[in-house]
């Protein structure tokens, strides 16, 4: 019996490795950032270059790698404004066995420093997002896993999804729409302050987890 438990025990130790082996980042070949006047950096530590980001058409395509944050320090936003693009994966879970995100990066300020601070809202193809802010550590706005929603367009592993997303900061709420519909509020006190976003002015851009390939077209700021 005592070999028996010590065996399951060891099995049981095993799990969380190869789990984390199956989701491990895989680098991108010819990878950087290729867009004009953009600038990136790879969580982790990781080299950018294990990434890739392009101009492709009238937009953008991202494929990681590292989960990556785009912006150009041209962008810049203050005061209430929304933050759009539209995200098409070609084909969902391309990279992975499982949905990773993407989606609009707000806020950002001391970017691709250690001290660097912004907001992101990001959709899932399997109809879900995540809302989190970067601060001295990550912080999650709606919950430690995506949360499903009606208005966010899913697919099958294997086909084409698009979903519009749009970051809001108006008076003292920053939202986050899919397809026109919010799915998120939070309070601005939620968002800015100590150990979190030093302001919701600053920098906006783009934002994928790993292993993730998607087509960003549409991307602009307005005033509200």
Same mark, same amino acid.
């Given at each position: $019996?005592?070999?028996?438990?010590?065996?399951?025990?060891?099995?049981?130790?095993?799990?969380?490795?190869?789990?984390?082996?199956?989701?491990?980042?895989?680098? %991108?070949?010819? !990878?950087?950032?290729?867009?004009?006047? /953009?600038?990136? *950096?790879?969580?982790? !530590?990781?080299? &950018? =270059?294990?990434?890739?980001?392009? =101009? $492709?058409?009238?937009?953008?395509? &991202?494929?990681?790698?590292? #989960?990556?944050?785009? /912006?150009?320090? #041209?962008?810049?936003?203050?005061?209430?404004?929304?933050?759009?693009?539209?995200?098409?994966?070609?084909?969902?879970?391309?990279?992975?066995?499982? @949905?990773? @995100?993407?989606?609009?990066?707000?806020?950002?300020?001391?970017?691709? =420093?250690?001290?660097?601070?912004?907001?992101?809202?990001? %959709?899932?193809?399997?109809?879900?997002?995540?809302?989190?802010?970067?601060?001295?550590? @990550?912080?999650?706005?709606?919950?430690?896993?995506?949360?499903?929603?009606? #208005?966010?367009?899913?697919?099958?592993?294997?086909? @084409?999804?698009?979903?519009? %997303?749009? +970051?809001?900061?108006?008076?003292?709420? +920053?939202?986050?729409?899919?397809?026109?519909? +919010?799915?998120?509020?939070?309070?601005?006190? $939620?968002?800015?302050?100590?150990?979190?976003?030093?302001? *919701?002015?600053?920098?906006?851009?783009?934002?994928?987890?790993?292993?993730?390939?998607?087509?960003?077209?549409?991307?602009?700021?307005?005033?509200?």
């Amino acid at each position: $019996m005592r070999r028996v438990l010590m065996s399951v025990a060891v099995a049981l130790l095993a799990v969380p490795a190869i789990v984390a082996a199956q989701d491990d980042a895989k680098a %991108v070949a010819d !990878g950087g950032v290729k867009a004009p006047g /953009w600038q990136g *950096t790879a969580d982790g !530590g990781a080299a &950018i =270059t294990t990434a890739k980001f392009a =101009t $492709m058409g009238n937009g953008y395509h &991202i494929t990681t790698g590292p #989960a990556a944050t785009y /912006w150009n320090p #041209a962008n810049k936003a203050s005061g209430d404004y929304t933050v759009k693009a539209t995200f098409n994966e070609p084909k969902f879970q391309n990279l992975n066995d499982h @949905p990773h @995100p993407y989606g609009i990066m707000i806020g950002g300020n001391d970017m691709g =420093t250690p001290n660097a601070t912004y907001f992101y809202c990001a %959709v899932q193809g399997n109809g879900a997002f995540i809302a989190r802010g970067m601060g001295p550590a @990550p912080f999650q706005l709606n919950g430690r896993r995506a949360q499903p929603n009606p #208005a966010i367009h899913s697919a099958a592993v294997g086909q @084409p999804v698009s979903n519009e %997303v749009a +970051v809001s900061v108006k008076g003292d709420k +920053v939202e986050c729409s899919i397809n026109g519909t +919010v799915v998120g509020s939070y309070d601005k006190a $939620m968002v800015v302050g100590a150990g979190k976003l030093k302001s *919701t002015d600053g920098v906006y851009g783009l934002r994928s987890a790993h292993n993730t390939e998607v087509h960003v077209a549409g991307l602009t700021m307005t005033k509200n």
